[in-house]
């Protein structure tokens, strides 16, 4: 019994279980979570160093370096780079790509653990595993009043916990405005007077605060817990605290200092566009919907505005919102999805010209595509842009088959078959060739799980949608198509067959050509060549570039500079923003940046801006182009560089280089600083490079304080206890904390702003030491010296980076290519050596890895064959168009300006399974039909007279549904933009290939080699 009579005695069964796995589809689509990009794991863990404010060369000594050291003997390492900076050091370890994440995390925590009592006892140690949940897809500003404190306070208090009930929600972090706390501000001469040290005051504070149980008691029946309570929580109560006894009785702190409520001492600064803010940044937790997340939290904030919780005059605005991106982009693959689906459609009605047939045909649609939303969640898949755009490229890929099937069964109904017959033996006729053609696109894929990191992530998860698609519809092409036309068709009369046009064209055609096979050498030998040609001229890439609506710039100020002048100087890149068409809203930060636990300077910190939606502005490069270059003439002594959120996230992520990195390293920090400068002035005029930095970082001043033993000893005081007078003075301590409104505020005893901020006062400070009272410059030298901002290592080795951005339209590879030869003749000093690399480096890994999933891929494509052909002459003749085609997909690159990219290669790989489908079409019929022809060569052209039809049906399909995403409609549309368009130039050429030069190599080949027997 054939497969379709088996089917129509279960025919009932076949449909209740296909509504079945398209109500699971349904229910999945509706369920599936939605993101830019798939769930993404990197090994790669951030470890932070905190060590009060010591110079960079002395936190390289205490941690850096014997943290590196542990870390170094990790299995799978793969790169340590450490930023040590004044007061904090910072190390990005990456492991090889593939390792668990979660078991990096544990190894670099248990290296730290090990480490941690080698450790200064001040040392804070943070060990963070850089995930894509760890980074924010929300970030609100919280403006409207002029005291930052309050800012604070709502967005800590009212709004961040509001947030935190939302579903998927993860972390919420508050930066910027003013802690509040209670100071207690010294007089500097009184409390010398009062023979009171900086140090001894705070620790009275501290013991004389406290709320302890000290007991229990019985009273009617009922247990009283006893407190013994020494609590002020008002700047009066601290102040009538006694601190000594003087000549007239207790001397009370409020003679000795001011108190008052006040603010802890920034580290950062948070600027909108109306001024001082807040800022909030949510992250979502896995698996949780973006966009669902985001409307969660709208929800929140409509019913704190409404319920009036904020305070007249708070706002709190969104600034970026991902989301916004996500909808805006997973509306255009659907568009893409939908214009791609009509367009399929059109070629089956322009061929098919039955409308009957048509629909026949087109059910495979519908069917295919909601039935993969099901197999996309069992396979934990969500929407993003790479699984829709994997549906998006099967759009041709799946109604082909479908095609294949009804136009056979069409054919059948034209030889007089009834309507169960015709569906029978057509369906049979082409079962074998349908399952090979489908099996061939599909193990192209298979050897992509050996590629890791951002392309096997981004891409593997493009190969899951469309490979499932594809299977689908072999399974809905063979089972529901059959059954649809048993119910949609009708018989025809047997009339006198004769061959369409096009049959007898393609047959004139093709018997000239293997009668003149010189032409199809000619043709393979120019294609060579052209392919060759484009290939030494086609450009470079990594991963595609995509308009996001959102960009981050850093901004730089000299080393050393203070928060204060870098707010200041960054205000002018707010002005510049502000009047940018375009531009719609921004967050700045000063004095820290966007990402996983870093090591941040003062001296820097980065907006994070905001555009109208697409069709309202600019494309987002030019954009950024013209920021760029205004910030360079406003604030000429600030340095920018501009990157958009996600490349900059997936950076983060990823540990990826900047696009283009010169690394030189020595043992000589300012020999390495001097190299740095000689081969910057060598390839800074270069112009495809932007955001061009020499690496050099520079010296920043230190006011040293060498504390005298001999003066100390002679007043009876000790060094550390100077140094800690000296802590309590500059920086402050937070002697204890008290409860205000359920609130814990902290208590700073610290000296007035006029003296600890002011060099030249600091050594006339009075200092109590016993009985006496001495300026502070009898106990210590103060000193100036000169140290490096920033001490940077790559594997335990020194190192200075030059780097720099490359402009959208450059060819990456190029670029490298003009570096390299203008630092080919730049000269070393023994010891020390160069590499330049970057996201270059990246490119060729992805490239050799996407060769070997090709070359893999195949091969395994030549098994298909040559189970389906059983000769591995036919064989080697179909596969032959594979590199022709990928020749010609490289020419299409070069002619429509598009890079060779990891998304272009993997249209590459596509195409390794798609050619040989016109092949198997042809020569499996060839093999049927060389039972009664009189020879090989008679045989293919009457198969290709039979296949004819099927064979320009399902390209022109594919290439129909490939086209929306060839023009790259829509938001995130770039990404398979390179993909289709190398697909959809490869299959042309291939086709070509498939049509007339394997027929001229089949013909070639001897019988005996193909198994042909001339019949008798």
């Given amino acids: 019994m054939s ?23 349904v229910v999945s689509l509706l ?66 790509p593939g390792f668990d994440s979660w078991r990096a995390l544990q190894l670099v925590q248990s290296k730290v653990a090990e480490l941690r009592s080698e450790l200064p006892a001040n040392a804070t140690v943070i060990v963070e595993r850089v995930a894509p949940t760890a980074l924010p897809i929300l970030t609100l500003n919280v403006d409207g009043s002029d005291d930052p404190r309050l800012l604070r306070e709502i967005a800590a208090r009212v709004v961040r916990p509001a947030l935190t009930r939302v579903p ?75 601190i000594a006894m003087g000549p007239n009785g207790p001397v009370l702190l409020g ?14 600064e948070v600027d909108a566009p109306s001024g001082d803010a807040v800022v909030i940044m949510l992250s979502r937790t896995p698996s949780a919907s973006t966009p669902v997340v985001a409307q969660g939290v709208e929800r929140v904030l409509a019913q704190l505005r409404s319920s ?21 982009a997973l509306l255009g693959v659907r568009d893409a999805i939908l214009l791609g689906v009509a367009l399929s459609l059109v070629v089956l009605a322009l061929f098919l010209r039955d409308l009957r047939a048509g629909a026949a045909a087109a059910l495979a649609v519908p069917v295919t ?19 829709l755009g994997g549906l998006a490229v099967a759009i041709g890929l799946v109604v082909d088959d479908a095609i294949v099937i009804v136009e056979a069964i069409v054919q059948q109904l034209e030889h007089g078959h009834d309507v169960g017959s015709a569906a029978e033996r057509g369906t049979q006729e082409l079962l074998a060739p349908v399952i090979g053609t489908t099996l061939t696109t599909v193990v192209v894929f298979a050897p992509l799980p050996l590629i890791s990191g951002v392309v096997g992530s981004f891409f593997g998860a493009l190969a899951i949608t469309l490979c499932a698609a ?19 068709l009708r018989p025809r009369a047997q009339t006198q067959q004769k061959q369409s046009a096009l049959s007898r064209g393609y047959g004139r055609l093709v018997r000239g050509v293997m009668r003149h096979r010189a032409i199809s050498v000619a043709f393979m030998l120019l294609l060579v060549g052209l392919g060759a040609l484009a290939a030494t001229r086609v450009s470079v890439g990594f991963l595609p570039s995509m308009d996001e609506g959102a960009f981050v710039l850093d901004f730089f100020l000299p080393p050393g500079t203070s928060l204060e002048e870098t707010d200041r100087i960054a205000a002018g890149i707010d002005k510049v923003l502000a009047k940018t068409p375009g531009v719609t809203g921004f967050t700045r930060r000063t004095g820290t940046e966007m990402g996983p636990a870093t090591a941040t300077q003062q001296n820097r910190g980065d907006f994070l801006v905001r555009l109208a939606p697409r069709a309202q502005r600019r494309p987002i490069f030019e954009i950024m182009d013209e920021i760029r270059e205004q910030a360079d003439k406003e604030v000429p002594e600030a340095r920018v560089e501009l990157i958009q959120v996600l490349q900059d996230v997936l950076d983060d992520l990823s540990g990826a280089p900047r696009p283009l990195e010169v690394k030189i390293f020595g043992q000589d920090p300012k020999r390495l600083d001097e190299l740095a400068k000689a081969a910057a002035a060598r390839i800074q005029d270069l112009p495809e490079l932007e955001d061009f930095w020499d690496g050099v970082d520079g010296d920043v001043p230190t006011l040293r304080a060498d504390i005298d033993p001999v003066a100390c000893a002679r007043l009876g005081a000790s ?15 937070v002697a204890t904390h008290v409860r205000v409104d359920n609130w814990s505020l902290g208590v700073r005893v610290r000296m007035p702003d006029a003296v600890r901020f002011d060099a030249s006062a600091i050594g006339s400070m009075p200092i109590a030491v016993g009985e006496s009272s001495v300026p502070l410059s009898t106990l210590v030298n103060l000193s100036r010296a000169v140290g490096p901002s920033v001490i940077r290592h790559e594997n335990l080795s020194p190192v200075v980076i030059l780097e720099a951005a490359v402009a959208p339209d450059a060819d990456l590879g190029a670029v490298v290519g003009r570096v390299k030869q203008r630092l080919s003749g730049f000269a070393l000093p023994t010891g020390y050596r160069m590499e330049v690399g970057g996201q270059y480096e990246n490119a060729l890994e992805t490239q050799r890895a996407l060769a070997m999933v090709l070359g893999l891929g195949c091969m395994l494509v030549l098994a298909i064959l040559l189970m389906q052909l059983r000769s591995l002459g036919l064989a080697l003749v179909v596969v032959i168009g594979a590199p022709l085609s990928m020749l010609g997909a490289i020419a299409t690159l070069l002619v429509t300006g598009t890079p060779l990219n990891a998304s272009s290669l993997m249209g590459c790989i596509l195409l390794a399974g798609l050619v040989v489908k016109n092949g198997i079409l042809l020569l499996e019929r060839a093999l049927e039909e060389s039972k009664t022809a009189p020879s090989f060569a008679e045989a293919i052209a009457l198969a290709g007279e039979r296949r004819i039809r099927p064979i320009v049906m399902t390209t022109a399909a594919t290439l129909a549904g490939l086209l929306p995403l060839a023009l790259g409609l829509g938001a995130g549309a770039e990404l398979q933009r390179p993909l289709a368009i190398a697909t959809i130039g490869g299959l042309t050429i291939s086709t070509l290939i498939s049509l007339f030069v394997v027929p001229a190599l089949a013909a070639s080949l001897p019988a005996r080699a193909i198994g042909y027997h001339p019949p008798r």
């Fill in 3 to 25: 497969l379709v009579g088996a089917l129509r005695q279960r025919a009932s069964l076949v449909w209740l279980l296909t509504l079945g796995a398209i109500a699971f589809g």
């Fill in 31 to 96: 369920g599936l979570p939605s993101g830019i990009h798939p769930e993404v794991e990197f090994p790669r863990v951030v470890v932070v160093v905190r060590i009060g404010d010591l110079p960079p060369e002395v936190v390289e000594t205490l941690a850096t370096r014997p943290l590196e050291e542990a870390i170094a003997t990790l299995p799978y390492l793969r790169r340590v780079r450490s930023r040590t900076i004044r007061g904090a050091a910072e190390l990005g370890i990456s492991l090889e």
């Fill in 168 to 242: 998927g929600v993860g972390k919420v972090e508050v930066q910027g405005g003013d802690v509040r706390e209670l100071e207690v501000v010294l007089q500097p001469e009184a409390l010398a007077a009062a023979h009171v040290s900086p140090a001894a005051l705070a620790d009275r504070l501290a013991q004389s605060d406290f709320v302890t149980a000290v007991g229990r008691a019985r009273e009617e029946h009922q247990v009283l817990t006893v407190l013994a309570a020494s609590e002020r929580t008002t700047p009066e109560a601290i102040a009538a605290l006694p």
């Fill in 255 to 268: 003679s000795v200092a001011n108190v008052f409520v006040g603010a802890e001492d920034r580290t950062l």
């Fill in 308 to 328: 009036h919780t904020l305070p007249p005059g708070i706002r709190v605005q969104p600034v970026y919102d991902q989301s916004k991106l996500i909808d805006e």
């Fill in 369 to 387: 595509l909601l039935c993969t939303f099901g197999v996309m969640r069992l396979c934990g898949q969500t929407l993003n842009l790479m699984s």
């Fill in 470 to 488: 594809v299977l689908l519809s072999l399974l809905v092409s063979i089972s529901i198509v059959p059954l649809s036309a048993l119910h949609l």
């Fill in 719 to 733: 060094a550390e206890e100077i140094a800690g007078d000296l802590g309590v003075a500059l920086a402050g301590r």
